[in-house]
């Protein structure tokens, strides 16, 4: 068995609709064109999904007048988007961490902006004036 490999946002994205409930492979390229602001083209969505339906991570029914297959995920397809949110989730979290600042007055934590001030030479960043005008 080979292993799915979730190599770009397409395949990612695909998981989070299917996820969301059972779609038509056209209807999974228009939402996905729709996120993306461009054209999908089904190279880049029925082998995936075909895949994944070997992997016993979604199946289809038949739907239709024109036979047309409406693939929904399985138990099994639940747990691997779990698990591959989870470590997108744990990645985010990091590149977020990165860059958060604690106040050096009641220790909040600051995303962006927050206020500077040069306290004994040194440069701190305080959530706000009213932190940086309590210390020192």
Request: glycine residues 4%; charged residues 30%; positive net charge.
């Amino acid at each position: 068995m080979e292993d799915i490999k979730v190599t770009n946002l397409i395949k990612f994205y695909t998981l989070i609709l299917l996820n969301q409930g059972p779609k038509h492979g056209y209807e999974l390229m228009k939402s996905l064109e729709h996120l993306f602001g461009k054209e999908i083209s089904a190279s880049q969505v029925y082998p995936f999904l075909s895949k994944l339906e070997k992997q016993g991570l979604i199946m289809h029914k038949k739907v239709e007048s024109r036979d047309k297959k409406r693939y929904s995920i399985t138990s099994k397809g639940k747990t691997f988007t779990h698990d591959l949110l989870t470590q997108f989730d744990t990645l985010i979290d990091s590149l977020v961490e990165a860059k958060v600042k604690k106040c050096a007055h009641c220790d909040c934590e600051i995303y962006k902006h927050g206020f500077e001030k040069i306290v004994k030479r040194k440069k701190l960043v305080f959530c706000c004036k009213h932190c940086a005008q309590r210390i020192y």
